[in-house]
């Protein structure tokens, strides 16, 4: 099905159980320790071995040895899988580093090598055996340093600019020039990335843990130079992935690899310390941004510029890319640089992009705001657009983000903010109100699925579209019931195998909107074929109850499979409207923060988030993103660092000891509100997304009411208590 016009009226706008805030379907499996998860397959092949990574101990550099003899003899030991041994491998077109190094090292934690033994313990053991000698090179290791020195060879592409910026600038009477940093950020998901490989004969089937199965399955293919064809991927459960799963990684090409080797079904699980720098992160950014306005609040001059750093052939961290499109100004100047530097891959990471670019815009604007004495929510709204600043003749689709910010602002008691900054006491705590825009652009993908209906009446869907705790299992039942006119006990959805058809996979914030659109696209034709049988008009039949109707005649619908089950496939496919209309999702982040006024302690006592993100499929499911969202904008803010050691180019807090993320006891009261809104340009389903705009500008919003709080204003993030401390007011 091709969706090239705007969408009409549709049996999704029923309503009858799209857009109900339904329970997840997959929670009594998950609840109750049922749900299988890519380790814990012992269902799905015997005689399970186990494999261990040997990581590399530097982090640029050459093997000269590896000493491997104490390893195989040691208990248990089946094989040992190095690049010497591991036979010609080609390289994924979404990776950048190898994913089994050797004998070059291209970062710290590369895995140059697999043990494989009857038990993780053995393995374990033996992969301690394993001698590396190493002739370690010079590696870059610090953004400063690089953007200090002129950024270096992988320069960006060139800036952008709307109109004269500089002279714009110079001339607006009220000018904010300023910098901001973010650290680098691990994906720390609850869910280690982990896999099971079997081969049977020239194929292999993969049980593993990852968001995208069709990218996965082609860069496996591409990596172990075999036909796509023989390679199966199999994730119908993950446990969290935040886009740290997008790609295919090293446990899963070990773990094909060492089953080759030791010619049984081998399963390797990443390490939580092997984690942090074997697979990506969110790279560091810093952030130049100014702005200049007239006295009146209006924006006349707006710049951003970025500089982040990758491994060769990588791509910068795109923190700058929201303000092309955020705010009005005629003179605009956007830029973005790259550095290569040996430290491990940086990529994907929820939101990437506005996620950091928020968090440096969104305490820019309040900064210009107290320059101009306006408050922070007006000055926002006083530079709304309705079109896309640099392509004036592209509208928005659907924006709401004054309705937004307005309806935040009452909810959350806004008028009630004292401007003046730690004017607000009480007992020890200093207490302030904080406020940010929420963006983050939609995104579609072509999506395809497969549905059957058998003579019981129960409809099964079949795509390849991953849960990563988002409830897709949920919305795509609540769209095949909503279609076929059934109840929700007569779907059953299967997903995460690439056996089945191609699919959004889940990413970007495009998973729930494009999913849904190639099941609807799907039970089109199914409902086609449903009337056909049963001999009624397709275009004017009603599907409601477990029934197909037109007139006075009502036939059950399992009657159209009695003579064999009726199977319909197809594949939501997208014409020009992204490029007629700007497509994006609006939010109004608002806060509130007590900064303990002689230890500079944080806490965030409550939170609010105003979203205008098309029609919610499902309000609960929805709720659950948006506040999973605002608890990661917490700790970005206040808590999250990879820290790198700059000498020898790793980063050191690699696990959940050292790198802090929010617990319950950190994160306070959370509301979150949905705009009714539907955007046609987007999908039939008339949705969008908000997984990952409940994270943009979060972070900004806690840094301004830390402000408002204390006076002192951090432009270096996480906003941890020792920058703070030897700042605050002093106590009367």
Known sequence: MKFDTPAGSNPIDQLK??????????????????????????????????????????????????????????????????????????????????????????????????????????????????????????????????????????????????????????????????????????????????????????????????????????????????????????????????GGKLFLRADTVLAALGARAAGRPVKVALTRPVMANNTTHRPATIQRIRIGAEKDGRITAIAHEGWSGNLPDGEPENAVDQTKLLYAGANRLIGNRLAELDLPEGNAMRAPGEAPGLMALEIAMDEMAEKLGMDPVEFRIRNDTQVDPEQPDRRFSQRQLVECLRQGAQRFGWDRRDARPAARREGDWLVGLGVASGFRKNMVMKSGARVRLDRQGVVTVETDMTDIGTGSYTIIAQTAAEMMGVGMDKVVVRLGDSSFPVSAGSGGQWGANSATAGVYAACVKLREAVAQKVGLNSADAAFADGVVRLGNRSVPLGDAAAGGELVAEDTMEYGDLGKRFQQATFAGHFVEAAVHSMTGEVRVRRMLAVCAAGRILNPKSARSQVIGAMTMGLGAALMEELAVDKRHGFFVNHDLAGYEVPVHADVPHQEVVFLDETDPVSSPMKAKGVGELGLCGVGAAIANAVYNATGIRVRDYPITLDKLIDRLPQLA
């Open 17 to 242: 159980v799209i857009g109900q805030p339904l329970d997840r379907i997959d929670g009594p499996l998950k609840t109750t320790g049922r749900a299988p998860y890519a380790y814990e397959r012992h269902d799905v092949v015997s005689h399970q071995a186990y494999g261990y990574v040997i990581p590399a101990g530097i982090a640029k550099g050459r093997i000269t040895a590896m000493r491997l003899d104490a390893a195989r003899a040691a208990p248990g030991v089946l094989a040992i899988v190095t690049a010497e041994n591991a036979g010609p491998l080609g390289k994924g077109s979404k990776n950048i580093a190898k994913l089994l190094g050797g004998p070059e090292v291209d970062h710290y934690h590369q895995a140059i090598g697999l043990v494989v033994a009857e038990s993780f313990e053995q393995a374990r053991a033996a992969a301690q055996l394993v001698e590396v000698d190493y002739a370690a090179g010079e590696g870059a290791f610090d953004l400063s340093a690089a953007k200090q020195a002129g950024i270096g060879p992988s320069e960006a592409s060139p800036d952008t600019t709307v109109g004269d910026f500089a002279a714009a600038f110079a001339a607006a009477p009220v000018t904010l020039d300023a910098t901001y940093t973010t650290p680098d950020q691990s994906h720390a998901m609850m869910e280690p990335h982990a896999s099971i490989a079997a081969w049977d004969g020239d194929k292999v089937v993969v049980w593993t843990s990852n968001q995208m199965i069709a990218w996965t399955t082609e860069d496996l293919a591409k990596t172990l130079k075999m036909p796509e064809e023989k390679v199966r991927l199999i994730s119908p459960f993950i446990g969290g992935g935040f």
